[in-house]
């Protein structure tokens, strides 16, 4: 970021555009949401530590995941409730450039996670002799390192493309937060290599991935139904049908962002999706398995049980 190159020191979040009165009331409602994902997953994690019947690698991946939900909201919504608060709603360059750093990586992350969850349940079901042997915890620790490495490489890859282009303005961002595409905006270069590489690393770590899961989950689907045990078939379906909603709510409204057309979409649509991804998604997480998954439910009541003991 030479001084040749960077001309702007702070960015204006232009945000929602709403009345005063109606930032008060989201700055209240979002820091519900942020407060309810940090505890839903706080929880999650808390009950898999604690509970040595979730010590397994499909509890080993769900904890990884809700650490990532919580890591992504925080690179967000911390500063979108200041904002919405705030006369000044700025941000500096710096911080800018490191905020769409982390939520590229940490989107990343939680993608190639739910991917290698989908692999995690495609041997227990399709594999199960061969289980202990293939989701081995060296296997488990390798193929969650891997998914944070090449997260954070990828992103790297944007980033430093990005700080490549001279930057002159315009100073504001119409976005609550320094979002990928809005930041092209403020070049006053040409940012067609950093769009081309932003779909093609859309192509790569949506699509994909997505393609990956609907083949695991054809498999899956394929072996619940020769089980002969109903409550087989009913413990299966529970579990795979919690990451499907996992699945179905991050691809859907990544692939709707990153995807579609410009024109398809107005930017405060736009808003609405990334807020959906960043804030409401990660909140659900937690949500979606602990209402679906007796095992997390059984650890729930078996901690309460021993608080209320004590």
């Not at 190159?5 to 949401?33: A, N, R, S």
């Not at 290599?193 to 859309?202: D, H, P, R, T, Y």
């Not at 990153?258 to 990334?274: D, G």
Request: contains cysteine; aromatic residues 12%.
């Amino acid at each position: 970021m030479g001084s040749n190159q960077t001309w702007i020191t702070e960015v204006i979040l232009l945000g929602f555009q709403v009345d005063p009165k109606l930032e008060i009331f989201l700055f209240g409602f979002f820091l519900l949401f942020y407060s309810l994902t940090l505890m839903g997953n706080g929880l999650i994690l808390g009950l898999i530590w604690l509970d040595s019947r979730l010590h397994t690698p499909m509890y080993f991946f769900l904890s990884n995941l809700a650490i990532v939900d919580m890591s992504y909201a925080s690179s967000i919504v911390p500063k979108m409730l200041a904002n919405l608060i705030m006369q000044k709603k700025t941000i500096s360059f710096v911080p800018c450039i490191l905020q769409t750093f982390l939520y590229l990586a940490l989107a990343v992350t939680e993608c190639m996670s739910l991917v290698v969850m989908s692999y995690d349940r495609y041997v227990a079901i399709c594999h199960p002799l061969h289980y202990t042997v293939v989701m081995s915890w060296r296997v488990c620790i390798i193929l969650s390192a891997t998914c944070w490495m090449f997260s954070f490489l990828l992103a790297l890859v944007h980033i430093t493309l990005i700080l490549k282009l001279p930057f002159c303005g315009p100073q504001k961002i119409n976005h609550f937060f320094c979002q990928i595409m809005s930041v092209f905006k403020l070049a006053c270069g040409d940012t067609r290599l950093n769009q081309i590489v932003l779909f093609a690393g859309s192509v790569f770590v949506l699509v994909g991935p997505l393609c990956l899961v609907l083949v695991s989950y054809i498999h899956i689907l394929l072996a619940i139904l020769r089980i002969q045990s109903g409550e087989g078939r009913r413990k299966a379906f529970s579990t795979c049908s919690s990451h499907l909603c996992l699945v179905g709510l991050f691809f859907g409204s990544a692939i709707v962002m990153y995807m579609a057309p410009k024109s398809s979409h107005s930017q405060e649509q736009r808003k609405i999706l990334s807020l959906f991804y960043s804030l409401f998604n990660p909140m659900l997480n937690p949500l979606i398995y602990s209402l679906r998954n007796t095992e997390v439910k059984s650890a729930l009541r078996r901690f309460l049980g021993k608080k209320s003991s004590a």
